[in-house]
């Protein structure tokens, strides 16, 4: 009697996200595939859980182990794994295939899924936001992006790119409607750095983790999805238009991280953001790129002004920068739009915060060296929240500017002033990303009716 041949072993390497997305895609109903484990990465107190059985479908009546990536090569012997699959993103290419090697070493296949496998079709029609990098402006051109379209009449609703970093059973399917749904949802500061914003801006948010059911939910709501990607990775669901942003003041980096590069080359529009302070060799640097990499697409200029809400309280005084956390870690920037508006504000001094740091933050500046003197806003879970207020209110400083999107004095107490930041994205020259995407919507919808 034929031997029946055994599912494939698979390991699946993540930070909370597009794994868990592309398990659902691709391996949940597939009886040829085993997935053994899930790896953690970039989230803190994301491994130790496991994926639970009610998402991990009918194969996996126990559900799915999630483990530290630093075990990846004694899960790959232990478990006798055939094939291990890249599932996160933001990351540069040194480190993509520094991991491949544990992978390749361990007797494995090294896999990265791609956009035709993973992605869903939506009823509706999709514009897609993404970018070469974290920082690049994705969430205020989206913003920007729903108001254009509610002015043409049309009900946009926003599908962002998941981060389930609690109860990932509760978190299988979230809207928010409000700001109260963010309190019962117990969200992070990371989660509410990208959905309040678009709930002050009037909009419906979808998130979570079975991005099938979300996707149908979403759609009856919409007459057009606006899909606000998370880091640089491309989108769940296949766009009609994708609009992918690069950021001048990292010249360089929309060409040497995954996967970034791939949704350059992927765009119908690429956005140069941020010309209003980046210089001339540097926009001329990354339009070369574009050029090189994608060039039938359209090239859209766009500022980024930053203002501050109180300007008179940061001159000349010592101030203490809280910026956009996820930008400012794995995003590789120095300092955001914190620092710029601080300094045209001509404060007197910009206090380093490490000198104030809470073991946990600490632990953060050491792990991204490359920071400056701001303090990114860290909240993946209530110890992290702590540590940040600690770190805030221990700090010599006379006030703080707060330039991340969610209102930080919600959440902790801060013993000092605080001065907001906001950041909005504004059109620069021609052509204008206006015109293009209103001659999408007067095709698109011509094709739909």
Partial sequence: MEKKPQPTRIVIMGAAGRDFHNFNMVYRDDPESRVVAFTASQIPQISGRRYPASLAGALYPDGIPIVEEAQLARLCQDEQIDQVVFSYSDVGYELVMQRAAIALASGCDFLLLGPERTSLQARVPVIAVSAVKTGCGKSQTSRWISRLLRGKGLRPVVLRHPMPYGDLERQAVQRFARPADLDA???????????????ADGNLVYAG???????????????????DGGNNDFPFVRPDLHIVLVDPLRPGFETSHHPGEAVLRMADVVVVTKVNTATAADVFAVGRNIAALNPSAPVVHAASPVQLDHPEMVLGKRVLVVEDGPTITHGGMPHGAGYVAATQAQAGKIVDPRRSAASEIAAV??????????????????????????????????????????????????????????????????????TLIEAFIRGRLAEVS
């Fill in 209 to 227: 983790v079975d991005y099938a059911k979300i996707v149908a939910l979403a759609e009856a709501e919409a007459d057009l999805l606006l899909w």
């Fill in 185 to 199: 949802a117990d969200c992070t500061v990371e989660e509410r750095e990208e959905y309040e914003p678009h709930l």
């Fill in 365 to 434: 500046f050491a792990q991204y060296p490359h920071i400056g003197r701001v303090l990114p806003a860290l909240g993946y879970h209530p110890s992290q929240l702590r540590a940040l207020a600690e770190t805030i209110n221990q700090a010599q400083a006379d006030v703080v500017v707060e330039a991340t999107p969610c209102n930080l004095g919600a959440l902790i107490t801060i013993n000092k002033p605080v001065v907001r930041v906001s950041y909005e994205f504004e059109e620069s020259g021609e052509p204008k990303l206006s």
